[in-house]
């Protein structure tokens, strides 16, 4: 119950397109998705984050979208562009913990 | 957001040894934290570093093992004690600035030979 599920394992896009990965979860405590971006060699840094009570997160070229029945949520990437390329981790905290559990991350390849 | 300061960056470690890893915050935080990721894996936590008082470990982490301390509001060590060939990862801190999110260090890479 302590999981989030995280797919696809890996993506390739084409410079412009859009990328998404999805997570699932089945601990209906959790209050808080965050999502990470990781570069090789470097600590996880926070990208955008989203709560149950809103369905849709958008900060500049980033979007979360949340189904609360469903326990999913989801991550795009719209134009996508080489920079983006690194690994990508959905997590999930419950109310006032702090602690995340992570998915299982997504290596997201952007072809020039 | 904090500014997170980990050493070392990386070590090669004997098995056997012990390798001390310390991370210092450029602000006071609520909660500290230390994580594990193994080569090209996921996160998990290993514990919540307490201030002036014993860890909070995870199942399937222990004291013996990784021994933490925290002194104060902006610093903690992490110890990864008897190491073998498995302990080799990524390991994380992680710091709570009073929000929910979380900020992470740049990581101490360890390898054990």
């Known amino acids: 119950q302590q999981q989030v599920k995280q797919s696809p394992q890996s993506l390739i896009v084409q410079k412009g397109g859009i990328s998404i990965i999805n997570c699932a979860y089945e601990?209906?405590?959790?209050?808080?998705f965050p999502w990470y971006q990781q570069f090789p060699g470097k600590g996880p840094a926070l990208l955008i984050a989203?709560?149950?009570?809103?369905s849709e997160k958008k900060e500049g070229r980033f979007t979360i979208s949340f189904n609360k029945s469903a326990k999913q949520f989801s991550l795009h990437i719209m134009d996508s562009q080489p920079g983006d390329s690194a690994t990508y981790f959905c997590a999930a905290s419950s109310k006032g913990t702090y602690k995340y559990i992570f998915g299982t991350g997504t290596r997201l390849k952007v072809l020039a | 957001s904090a500014v997170i300061s980990q050493k070392p960056s990386r070590d090669i470690c004997q098995r056997g040894t012990s390798l001390t890893i310390q991370c210092q915050v450029d602000s006071q935080v609520t909660m500290m934290f230390w994580y594990r990721q193994q080569p090209g894996q996921s996160l998990t936590l290993i514990a919540t570093?307490?201030?002036?008082?014993?860890?909070?470990?995870e199942s399937g982490f222990v004291i013996d093992k990784f021994p933490i301390s925290r002194p104060n509001l902006t610093f903690s060590t992490l110890t990864v004690s008897n190491m073998s060939p498995e302990d080799s990862s990524i390991y994380l801190c992680?710091?709570?600035?009073?929000?929910?999110?979380?900020?992470f260090g740049q990581g101490t890479r360890l390898t054990v030979v």
């Open positions: 570093a307490n201030q002036g008082s014993e860890a909070t470990y």
């Open positions: 989203i709560r149950p009570d809103v």
């Open positions: 992680s710091v709570a600035t009073g929000t929910t999110e979380a900020f």
């Open positions: 601990n209906t405590a959790f209050d808080y």
